[in-house]
């Protein structure tokens, strides 16, 4: 099984992702957090990367290609992947289909998260994490019960994306429109591509996508 998740920022890919895991025993791959990793350990790629990414804009598929290539040489992607966020670009999608094709595999499904424009600035400006236990709160939707303290494992380490403002969230969603969304097509010429309403409430969103996964279930 190799999923491919597609949907603007917000959609609740990660969120998504990290069930199937779970559930499926796939590895999730989200080039964001593997761009994150870089830019926390200074390499090239990650000073590249960096400001790209605060100001909202796509990082070159070259740095993207060859980050996702040397952690799909890894063994533990023989289970099966779950691309969250990957690919964004065509051509990303042809790398993917070469990458795949030379392991004899190939996608399997790719979900198409269908969600509305202006809900989705408002899900991800506000949003923030606890840095010990990796809960998510929310400015406006998911406060922490006591102010500064995480209601999971009582820290106070709290942390914001960079690129989690109004601003860039903006743009965020104009790439994903002008680069990303023409990939809805490519999945869809393939006979693997499915629309999963993603305004609906995350456990529902779990069930279609399991149906999707695991018609049987
Ligand atoms: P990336 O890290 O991929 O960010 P993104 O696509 O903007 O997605 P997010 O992580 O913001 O949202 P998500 O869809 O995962 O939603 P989540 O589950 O968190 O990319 C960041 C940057 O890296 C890019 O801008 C780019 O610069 C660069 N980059 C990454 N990959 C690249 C690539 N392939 N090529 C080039 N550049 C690349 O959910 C969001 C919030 O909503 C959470 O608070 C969650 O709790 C809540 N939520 C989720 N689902 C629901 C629901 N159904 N109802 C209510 N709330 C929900
Ligand atoms: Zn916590």
């Known amino acids: ?15 998504q992702a990290r069930r199937l895991e779970e559930r499926f025993g796939l590895v999730q791959l989200s080039t964001g957090d593997l761009l994150r ?9 990650g000073l590249a990367a960096k400001a790209v990414m ?14 996702l290539r040397d952690r799909m040489a890894r063994d533990d992607c023989r289970a099966g992947v779950i691309f969250d966020g990957f690919p964004r670009t065509a051509a ?19 979900i198409s998260l269908e969600v509305d424009d202006a809900a989705m600035v408002e899900r991800v400006s506000g949003r923030f994490t606890c840095a010990s236990c990796g809960e998510g709160y929310h400015d406006r939707f998911k406060r922490p019960a006591a102010e500064d303290i995480c ?25 994903y429109h002008a680069q990303t969304a023409p990939l809805i097509a490519h999945y869809d010429a393939k006979g693997v591509l499915t629309g999963v309403d993603a305004m ?17 279930t």
């Open 1 to 15: 099984t190799n999923l491919v998740l597609l949907g603007p920022p917000g959609a609740g890919k990660g969120t």
């Open 37 to 45: 990793a870089a830019v926390a350990q200074g390499t090239e790629a």
């Open 54 to 67: 605060e100001r909202g804009d796509l990082v070159s598929d070259e740095i993207v290609i060859a980050i």
């Open 92 to 110: 990303q999608a042809e790398a993917l289909d070469a990458l795949l094709a030379e392991a004899g595999g190939a996608i399997t499904a790719a």
């Open 151 to 175: 209601d999971n494992c009582g820290s106070s380490d709290f942390r914001r994306r960079p690129d989690d403002n109004a601003e860039t969230v903006a743009q965020r969603l104009r790439a």
């Open 200 to 216: 609906a409430p995350i456990d529902a969103v779990s069930e279609s996508l399991t149906a999707i996964v695991d018609p049987a």
